[in-house]
């Protein structure tokens, strides 16, 4: 499996970014589509996230399985949702705090 990206409208950056993961055990696949809206940030906030969720599934893969993916899949889907966002949020601050952007951090 595998995926390619339509570059879209010739000078602007494509944003989007996808994965495919296989489970190393029980031949599990989750795959990933990202849309990066934005106009400064959206790559990153695609590229990260996707990095997130290879990441995540592989940790949990070691650790159980993925016997939650399994038993409550809409559940452990929507924390990874939550997650991601959260590691995309992290690498904003990152960016604005390595531009010396003055700015207020929200919990």
Known sequence: MG??????????????????WKSSKEGTFVLGVLDGHGRELGRLASTVASKFYVEALTMHDKKDGLAELRSTPEKFITQLFVDAHLAVRKEFT????DQKWDFVKLN
């Open 3 to 20: 995926g390619v990206t339509d570059p879209g409208v010739a000078g602007k950056e494509n944003q989007d970014d996808f994965f495919v």
């Open 94 to 97: 990152k960016y604005y705090e």
